[in-house]
């Protein structure tokens, strides 16, 4: 899934796991490459503690499995990917015509197969034929080949619903924007690939196969769709055991997906709620559902039930961009980061608790589903819910309203929150009242719900305000935060989130809190830790964070070399330099199965360049360019290089370049104000900082160097116009607060200077 900038950032979009930034490309298909199609290869067995097993497919399965491989049968997963056929293909392919920015797009059949024609990589009219078909409902997309072994999702897809709900029609996954074949999210470009976007979670035991020599793919899988081994692990060695009966006390799985074995769950009459008979202990069977229901990136090929989950992937915490402040899904996020938020997750609710997980419908139909732990009789009721039978007394309209995402998909938030009016009324967050009573306000909302229970909800979630004043930089987070990301009776993921916010507000109070987090038993908190520690001093951050590089879990090892990347050789001793180059080549080794990527390019750049290792940290940066010549981070990195060697003329021609490619990008135009003051051509370093204001007017770090800069050159009442500018979006701001005081003493304006240090004051009262 691409990151777009925050005004084309809708819910209409590509499904993907990936947490990335944006994603952007405008390559060109090799010529004359050797075709690469996707097929089914053998894999290298999987090494077990008890031999080694391998992926034989569902087929395998059926005679012993047959009730689970038939409530397999149809379900979404078995329909995940599948050859385009007569018995796959829902959409209309009898010369039907799409007419989309300007574009008119035919589907239509031709000996036998089925084929689109739309606009291809260089805009023009083009016949292409259709591989496979992606997904089942409620909508079905359609993916293209192309010689050099990248398949491509088509924007355009169909939609399977009934035609009375809407269905049964060609859309366009992006309806209010004018997609070209220019833009970003056209279907030809990076943000549409399936090797990396889509294949992962499609397909069994899939191997990407990229050749960075070539820039081509030979993607592989060992099933099509989603089978049996996907969430069991590869089948073999169970075959095995199946017709042998030995001694393996694992019966030759990978893993025993077993949590609810002999568990039961006992109402207690005077809550109404539900305990589980013997606490869980583990989370065998959430990780195997996170490798493709999280929001995620992946560090490392060969994921199969039973391994470390976050020795594969790298999950998103509770980014803006994502979630609300209070955890509810912005973007699509897939349930697991909401899930883990839930009281239900603490409390040792499965997936498979209301999920069946070879059909994947829910155990029971409607609040049945949540009479299994909760008494009916006082929440299934008027008492508790306050409505008639139907709208509003379905347990899922309030503890998981839906979101929307391309187009026609609705998935509904996993958190299970009870609905906060109030929250939405102090922080602007959504809520599940004002989602059905569209006509009424939050206000409204919030005195209904105190009428209807004689005081306000508390709910279980309790960092919404801590989070969202983090977002807006107000000061005084420091504190709130380490509250937060030290709380244990508050979900990981929100602890993580609280604790990676911390390096934003650098005081003695975040460094206490992150030693803390540096020992936290969960990594999620551990990684977060690290990476909010990057402003400290590398002498200071050497001592806290060379242990996390021998942490057993990979996504901390893989952070921890990062931060200590600019590192020099004196000071790490011989057994942390030992422990570091290791964790650094699985840095490296993350960044390799990605390069197929310019993110992936970038990061091994600048690893590079903080280890000195200058020439090959160009190479890197050259590369991601080569591949999407609008990759700003790339520009920027490498810009910031040629500073970093006392280059900068060549700094501001390599920005200069860039915003030839990106001209209204603010962080380009940032820099590259920055690098023109350098080399001493100032106005021209002003207006290119002023641009970058006017197309990011909530970066309160732009303005505060654009103020600065004009403070400079004795424009002191422009500056402090810019500063008054900037903190009608960002009151908060210390920075901008302690500038503009001080840039009203020098101006000799001792009423301005009195206004920002009385708002300073009041603020550190606050604190």
Known sequence: MSARQPARDTPARV???????????????????????????????????HGTSEFIGS????????????????????????????????????????????????????????????????????????????????????????????????SIAWDTRPKEAGGQRWFHLYPNERVDHRDELHWTKRSQNWNFMCADCHSTNVRKNYDAATDTFKTAWSEITVGCEACHGPGSRHREWAREKNVDP????????????????????????????????????????????ARRAQIAEGYHAGKAFLDHYRPALLSPNLYHADGQQRDEVYIWGSFLQSKMHRAGVTCSDCHEPHSQKLRAEGNA??????????????????????????????????????????????????????????????????????????QWADDAVRKHYGHGPEGFQRFAATLAAAERGATGSDGNLAVVSNDLSQPAIARATAAEALGQFPSQTALAALRRG????????????????????????????????????????????????????????????ASFERAAAEFEQVQRSNADRPEARTALGGFYAQRGRAEAAEAEFRAALAMEPRHVPAYVNLADMRRSQGRDSDAEAILRDGLAHAPDNPTLLHA???????????????????????????????????????????????????????????????????????????AG???????????ISALGARR
């Open 749 to 759: 304006d001792n009423a301005a200077m009195a206004r920002y240090m009385k708002r």
């Open 518 to 577: 540096l020992t936290d038993a969960d990594p999620l908190v551990r990684r977060a830790s690290v990476t909010a520690l990057a402003p400290l001093p590398i002498e200071q951050r050497v001592p806290l964070v060379a242990p996390l590089l021998d942490d057993p879990v990979r996504t901390v090892r893989i952070e921890a070399a990062s931060s200590l990347a600019g590192a020099p050789d004196t000071a790490l001793d011989p057994t942390q330099r």
């Open 250 to 293: 694992t019966r030759g799985l990978t893993v025993a997906l077993d949590e609810r074995h002999d568990v039961t769950w006992k109402i207690d009459p005077g809550t109404g709620n539900a305990t589980r008979s013997t606490p869980k202990d583990a989370d065998r069977e959430i990780e195997v559902c996170a490798q493709c229901h």
């Open 15 to 49: 499904r993907s796991k990936y947490i990335l930034p944006a994603l952007t490309i405008g390559a060109v298909l090799i010529a004359g490459a050797l075709v690469a199609t996707l097929w089914k290869q053998p894999q290298p067995p999987v090494t077990t503690a």
């Open 672 to 746: 590259h104000g920055l690098a023109l003051v350098r080399v001493k051509r100032v106005p021209e370093g002003l207006d290119a900082l002023a641009r970058a204001t006017q197309l990011a007017p909530d970066d309160a770090r732009f303005a505060f160097v654009y103020a600065v800069g004009l403070n400079s050159v004795g424009k002191a009442r422009d500056a402090l116009a810019e500063i008054d500018r900037a903190l009608a979006r960002n009151p908060d701001n210390i920075e901008l607060l302690n500038a503009g005081a001080a840039f009203a003493r020098d």
């Open 369 to 442: 589903v949540c009479a299994q732990c909760h008494l009916p009789a006082r929440y299934d009721a008027p008492s508790h819910h306050f409505h008639k039978p139907g709208p509003g007394a379905r347990c899922v309209d309030c503890h998981m309203p839906a979101t929307t995402y391309m187009v026609v998909d609705p998935r509904r938030d996993h958190s299970l929150r009870v609905p906060r009016p109030d929250l939405s009324v102090t922080l602007g967050v959504p809520n599940a009242c004002t989602g059905c009573h569209a006509d009424k306000t939050a």
């Open 59 to 154: 087929g395998a399965c059926k005679d012993c499995h047959a009730d689970a491989y038939r409530a397999w049968q149809g379900s979404q997963h078995q329909l995940a990917m599948q050859h385009a056929s007569d018995a796959s293909v829902r959409g209309d392919f009898n010369d039907a015509k799409f007419e989309y920015a300007g574009v008119g797009s035919t589907f239509f059949r031709r000996d036998g197969k089925y084929f689109v024609r739309t606009d291809g990589p260089d805009g023009a009219l083009a016949d292409f034929e259709i591989k496979y078909t992606y997904g089942v409902y409620p909508l079905q997309q359609y993916l293209i080949e192309f010689p050099d072994g990248r398949i491509q999702a088509l």
